[in-house]
């Protein structure tokens, strides 16, 4: 009796990245490509046609974040099972895609072997960490996270605006803005303000 194959949709919209994921599983009897598509949109529409066992989830398309299609796939397709292939590595970014719903994370400067072991993995139940993503998460999960008004407010500081304009720009008083600036530096253990912002990118809470 021939063993089902396990069906794959490759979302990423470059060529030679496409390419590059087809190959690590070509040569396996047990798994099959069955579609590819280069942004969000492609990606939500060939799900919903192909229904594929296991997706390569692209973090960054150019239509919309990786993390936030495999939550739109996920709310029309509860049992979908993603895999999010990305150059962003930090502990945040694999929160996010987790807590959107994906099955794995795997980093595009992984080995063949991983992306394999991520697809089975996950094809039969199971999620997938590589061991240093997983150490990641596990260390992110025991620190205090900013609240979303500290992020706007570290954004702002990280575009170079004073405590004033900050204020003016959220329509809070700078006092508000103090209060909220020492709370910043007391939760990423930061001397001042340039070292918070170094500190949030270093764990993905802001981007360069």
Do not use: C
Not at 20 to 30: Q, S, T, V, Y
Request: proline content about 4%; hydrophobic content about 45%.
């Amino acid at each position: 009796m021939k063993t089902p194959r396990i069906r794959i949709l490759v979302v990423d919209d470059h060529f030679m990245i496409r390419l590059g994921l087809i190959g690590a599983f070509a040569a396996e009897r047990d798994l099959e490509l069955v579609g590819e598509a280069r942004n969000g949109a492609e990606a939500i529409e060939a799900f919903a046609k192909l229904s594929p066992d296991v997706t390569l989830m692209d973090g960054i398309l150019p239509d919309l974040h990786g993390v936030e299609v495999t939550r739109r796939i996920l709310q029309r397709h509860p049992a979908a099972r993603i895999i999010v292939v990305s150059i962003n590595e930090t502990a945040e970014d694999v929160h996010r895609a987790m807590e959107a719903g994906a099955w794995g994370y795997v980093p595009k400067s992984g080995e063949k072997d991983t992306i394999v072991e991520a697809i089975r993995a996950v094809a039969g139940g199971a999620r997938f960490l590589p061991p240093e993503l997983a150490r990641r998460l596990a260390e992110r999960n025991t620190q205090v996270s900013l609240s979303a008004r500290e992020l706007e407010v570290l954004r702002l500081i990280a575009q170079g605006k004073a405590n004033k304009q900050i204020a003016a720009e959220l329509v809070l008083s700078e006092a508000t803005i103090k209060t909220h600036i020492a709370h910043i530096l007391a939760k990423l253990d930061a001397p001042d303000r340039t070292r918070a912002v170094t500190v949030a990118m270093e764990r993905g809470l802001l981007r360069p």
